[in-house]
């Protein structure tokens, strides 16, 4: 089994930057990709950002050049840098975890910008 924690979420200004984290543990051998999804009430939920065990990343277009994804593989950590925040950031951000073909999900944090 693989647990994921997600932290860091809280509200912000427009324009103001937060930092998540996402801490895996379990039972985690081989990951093939970890990334951050989110959902907006009323939305689906969309890949923001996403990073393969080999440090490829892909980011949504409405994300590029302000969030950033990176991981810690000796702390099974995965971060999400976001800067310039829009109040259309404004969602649950989800850590997802690839491993052996299953997903694994942590259980959310909430990301408001708002003035």
């Known amino acids: 089994q693989v647990h994921l924690v997600e932290s860091g979420g809280g509200l912000v200004q427009p324009g103001g930057s937060l930092r998540l984290s996402c801490a895996a543990s379990g039972i985690i051998y081989s990951i093939s990709a970890m990334g951050w999804y989110r959902q907006a009430p009323g939305k689906q939920r969309e890949l923001v950002a996403r990073i393969t065990s080999g440090g490829r990343t892909n980011y949504a277009d409405s994300v590029k050049g302000r969030f950033t994804i990176s991981r810690d593989n000796a702390k099974n950590t995965l971060y999400l840098q976001m800067n310039s925040l829009k109040a259309e950031d404004t969602a649950v951000y989800y850590c997802?975890?690839?491993?052996?073909?299953?997903?694994?999900w942590g259980q959310g944090t909430q990301v408001t910008v708002s003035s």
């Open positions: 997802n975890l690839e491993q052996f073909g299953l997903d694994y």
